[in-house]
Structures are given as structure tokens and as C-alpha cells.
């Protein structure tokens, strides 16, 4: 069993950053690949960013690549989703999500074993 807690989230104007990070219970963090979904309201969850178990390899939606970093901190159980130069159309509900796929994606939301609560990522124009 893994439990995930996400914090970070907020409000920003177009062009800021935003830090996401989410904490991950249990003593398998390695066992499973991390990543981030984002929804926003009447829309399916959508694959943000994954990385592998052994952190090394990570991978995009192509519509966040080259502004979004994904990154680990394997003593800590951690995840973060590092968000520079935000969009208006990055207004979501930001997820965690933790899953035994071995592929990086990018992933469906059916693939994901553990979810986060969610936290909420607002940009204004």
C-alpha cells in the first residue's frame, strides 16, 4: 500500500513557476514509477510527466516538455513537478500518481495503482 499526499499547488500569472511535490508513504517508493496527471472539470485526467523506477529515465506530454521537470528524492520518498514559464492553459488539478507500468507512457489513468488527492494549479493571463 502506498499513500499520496501533493502539495504545492496555487495561484500564478502566465509566465511564473510553480513548485508541485508529493510525499510518498510506505517503503516501496522504488518499487514504482512516479509520475503527474492533471485534470481539468468535465475532461479525462491527462498524463504530465513520468519517472522510471530507477530515476533515471523520464518522459513528457508534449505540451508541458521543455517547461516541466520531474525529479525524485529517493530518501525523502518524494516526487516533484518543477512547472516554469505556466500557460493559462495549465489550470488543472494536478495528480500524483504511482504505478507498476514499466513503459514511461505515455500512460492512461487505468494504468495507475496509487493516486494522490490532488492539488490546484491556477494561471491567470
Known amino acids: 500500500q502506498v499513500q499520496l499526499v501533493e502539495s504545492g499547488g496555487g495561484l500564478v500569472q502566465a509566465g511564473g513557476s510553480l513548485r508541485l511535490s508529493c510525499l510518498a508513504s510506505?517503503?516501496?517508493?522504488?518499487?514504482?514509477?512516479m509520475g503527474w496527471f492533471r485534470q481539468t472539470p468535465g475532461k479525462e485526467r491527462d498524463f504530465v510527466a513520468a519517472?522510471?523506477?530507477?530515476?533515471?529515465?523520464?518522459n513528457y506530454a508534449d505540451s508541458v516538455k521543455g517547461r516541466f521537470t520531474i525529479s525524485t528524492n529517493n530518501a525523502k520518498n518524494t516526487v516533484s513537478l518543477q512547472m516554469n514559464t505556466l500557460k493559462p492553459e495549465d489550470t488543472a488539478v494536478y495528480y500524483c500518481?504511482?504505478?507498476?507500468?514499466w513503459g514511461l507512457g505515455p500512460w492512461t489513468p487505468n494504468v495507475v495503482d496509487y493516486w494522490g488527492q490532488g492539488t490546484q494549479v491556477t494561471v491567470s493571463s
Open positions: 500518481a504511482a504505478t507498476s507500468e
Open positions: 510506505g517503503r516501496t517508493f522504488s518499487s514504482y514509477a
Open positions: 519517472i522510471s523506477r530507477s530515476r533515471g529515465r523520464t
